[in-house]
């Protein structure tokens, strides 16, 4: 059983087009986010929702929207694409504040 | 402003040898500071979480140590095996959570194990 899953696991895709990736965890936590991982390794947090409301919206271009249609399901949404974009996109979920646990990834690579 | 630095980048050592990781910090206030471990093509996996009152932490042959007042951890592995090839991040809390300054990464350490 996959405690927290994302899809698709790799996403190939031209400058200027949308896309989505979904994340769901099973482990019944109130909380979920998603962090973006670039080149250099750093990571750093996006969103957060804590039961269906948004707790942390760093500043990150609009053309981010998070969306989520239960406590299960974050989804991330990307409006027109941009080179700079590409990069490993984490989600995660946590009961206990700063107890996160992580899905696996979902490597973004915008041509 | 906060910051959380790693050293070294990256290490190779030999199976079996032990090792120590170090993470310097300086959030403040600080809440609790984490060490998670992150295999190629993985997502983070925690490995230990420490308070301000806490100064070590142990999780089978990983060892993590906490000084609050001179903000620095360290993360010892004993007996090192193949599989502890990955990277290592340290991420350090400040209290409250509704800020995602609140939560700062560190870039990680590199480690490879060489049989």
């Known amino acids: 059983d996959t405690a927290v899953s994302q899809t698709p696991k790799y996403l190939v895709t031209q400058m200027g087009n949308d896309k989505s990736i979904k994340c769901e965890q099973n482990l019944g936590h109130d909380t979920m986010y998603w962090y973006k991982q670039d080149s250099k390794k750093f990571l750093k947090i996006m969103f957060s929702?804590?039961?269906?409301?948004?707790?942390i919206n760093e500043t990150v271009p609009n053309r981010f929207s998070p969306k989520s249609p239960d406590k299960a399901h974050l989804n991330l949404h990307i409006n027109s694409l941009e080179l700079g974009d590409s990069a490993v996109y984490f989600c995660a979920s946590s009961q206990v504040p700063y107890e996160q646990y992580f899905g696996p990834g979902t490597r973004l690579t915008v041509t | 402003k906060n910051q959380v630095e790693q050293s070294p980048q990256s290490l190779i050592i030999l199976e079996g040898k032990n090792c120590t990781l170090q993470c310097n910090y300086t959030v403040s206030p600080f809440s609790n500071l984490r060490w998670y471990k992150q295999d190629t093509g993985r997502g983070p996996v925690s490995l230990t979480i420490m308070t301000f009152s806490e100064n070590t932490k142990s999780n089978g042959r990983y060892t993590a140590t906490l000084d609050a007042d001179t903000k620095q951890s360290s993360l010892h592995i004993t007996a090192s095996q193949l599989s502890d090839s990955a990277s290592y991040i340290c991420v350090v809390s400040a209290p409250g959570y509704s800020s995602a300054s609140k939560i700062i990464f560190g870039s990680g350490t590199r480690l490879s194990i060489r049989p």
């Open positions: 929702y804590n039961n269906k409301e948004l707790i």
